[in-house]
T-cell receptor, first 112, second 111 residues
Framework: GENVEQHPSTLSVQEGDSAVIKCTYSDSASNYFPWYKQELGKRPQLIIDIRSNVGEKKDQRIAVTLNKTAKHFSLHITETQPEDSAVYFCAASYSNDYKLSFGAGTTVTVRA | SAVISQKPSRDICQRGTSLTIQCQVDSQVTMMFWYRQQPGQSLTLIATANQGSEATYESGFVIDKFPISRPNLTFSTLTVSNMSPEDSSIYLC????????FGPGTRLLVL
């Protein structure tokens, strides 16, 4: 099955700086890569996703890049704010079955 | 986006008992899933809840321990059977509707 590795496990950044989280996946058949944000005690919320026919996608301060050849994808958060503090999970799936394999998560702390 | 509710939101149970968790969606969806999130950990897929047929379980999860029902396209239940403290987790249902949305989760503590 799919194996998703995520790094780093924790990330502390100064407010206003950028944060980058990287994930690698093992199954070359995977073609959908969502990122979820989970605040303490809350459900995971989708913040951005990318499909394998696209190399990069941006939504305001958040961007995701995908390198299919290297089988890795990254989340970039610019101009970080305290409300960006949360656990972020990457995931991968094959669009025919929609089953998500998650990375271990990254705890992001934005220092004011 | 789909609106998903789960009942109960949390429960404390004694070992050896069973708990049934309900997941309700506000629209018909083809794909529904059940995930487990152990304390401080990531999400792990338990099974795909198939409407009108038996659920499809992932490696490490079996029907006897986690029976699942899916009577229609808006509702599913997950039962955690013969519980032990190791079953203490958050159980989340999710639905696929262009992208995957999660329910609020059921926080289970087994004593």
């Amino acid at each position: 099955g799919e194996n998703v590795e995520q790094h780093p496990s924790t990330l502390s950044v100064q407010e206003g700086d950028s944060a980058v989280i990287k994930c690698t996946y093992s199954d070359s058949a995977s073609n959908y890569f969502p990122w979820y944000k989970q605040e303490l005690g809350k459900r995971p919320q989708l913040i951005i996703d990318i499909r394998s026919n696209v190399g990069e996608k941006k939504d305001q301060r958040i961007a995701v890049t995908l390198n299919k050849t290297a089988k890795h994808f990254s989340l970039h958060i610019t101009e970080t704010q305290p409300e960006d503090s949360a656990v972020y999970f990457c995931a991968a799936s094959y669009s025919n079955d929609y089953k998500l394999s998650f990375g271990a998560g990254t705890t992001v702390t934005v220092r004011a | 986006s789909a609106v998903i509710s789960q009942k109960p939101s949390r429960d404390i149970c004694q070992r050896g008992t069973s708990l049934t968790i309900q997941c309700q969606v506000d629209s018909q969806v083809t794909m529904m899933f059940w995930y487990r999130q152990q304390p401080g950990q990531s999400l792990t897929l338990i099974a795909t809840a198939n409407q009108g047929s038996e659920a499809t379980y992932e490696s490490g999860f079996v029907i006897d321990k986690f029976p699942i029902s899916r009577p229609n396209l808006t509702f599913s239940t997950l039962t955690v059977s013969n519980m032990s403290p190791e079953d203490s987790s958050i159980y989340l249902c999710s639905v696929e509707s262009d992208t995957q949305y999660f329910g609020p989760g059921t926080r289970l503590l087994v004593l």
